[in-house]
């Protein structure tokens, strides 16, 4: 009998779903997830997403050592170690830290999906590595997009797609969302950046001046390590 | 200034828009806004649509002269005129006549947006008169998919893209869910049907015997009238 393998477009529609009966893989490409990763690769012990900047500072009463990442209308808040560019996550800054991260909608979607059997992270610098191991565990899937501000967003649908792309020979069934992202993500996958520059989010994105980001945060297979949510914190797998 | 032209991927998703800044197009491809154009093109009077069967029951007390439209797992209901294969709304059944239709995912989204400046009925039949009308309005856009239980589906999707399509050359600003609709119909466009093959609700649909109503439901431009919500009532605009 075939697996699941489903799209889950937005946060908001988190609860159509028995989340209990799917391995969950959180995807937010511009730029939580994909932070999430590359420090995960670099060794950071652990990453801990929160909501608010306040949640954040709260943390380092309890725990001086932990850094502290938040970022308003792309500035690097101050008091803070530093703000959501991947580039902040290099082994230098982050090896054996655990690191305290505000990411709207990347938490929203975790929180939701809590229940799930296992939540793991995904974003284009892991992809091969989180589709093998997704491959291995025969159980049904759900690919969440965190999307914004809870509705469905372009580079979350598009790496959704690629996942189930890389699924594809193995036996699952995808569901309409599914054969929508990975239809999207065929007729992207060659140029993702000139794809996703018509998007709407690409052009806030750009007004920030985080284009360095973008092109960062759509390499594709750099790393391996998979983010796993154990408690409230983000680990390697 | 550009007008927005957004799609609304799902009935769950409409509470994220500020619905009263809009025209709102309610999209269910198979099949209850296809029958209602058909219908209300073949001279019916007015549409009215609800949810239950015991509501539809409810009006012939009311107004024995009303025909009833339910179905329930592909057979008409006992008792009742006919269900919802958009045969059954032709000039020699429906002119003149008000008819209550029952249909979950549509009249969920009609509901749910019904402080719309405006709503009207799009199907791939009424597809170039609705697009002429919408672009001559000079308002705000938003093309509800009525979905699958209240989740995303494919014939939804790709005929608000094919919306967006004809609409390219007037002065809107297409969102990410509006760009996304709009590159699935371009892929889908020269063979709607068989694109429609690979989906989950087709297998659906096809098991409860209805595939003539589907090919109709995929015929393009084969009507002019534009239903809109008067009331509760579906009339000719």
Redesign the interface.
Known sequence: MNKKLQVC??P??IP?YKIEDYIVVIIDIFRATTSICYGIENGAEAIIPVSQVEECAAYLDKEPTYLLAAERDGEIVAGFDFGNSPFAYTADKVAGKTIVLTTTNGTHALHLSRKAKKIVIGSFLNLTSVCNWLNEQNENILLVCSG???????ED?LFAGAVVDRLKTGNF?P???A??AN??YD?AKNDLDGYLK????SERLKALGIERDIAFCLNVDTTTAIPVLDGDMLVKL
């Open positions: 477009l937005t908001a529609l159509l914004w501000k809870n509705n469905f967003n372009l649908t069934s569901d309409d969302p054969i929508a239809d999207l007729l018509k998007t709407s989010h």
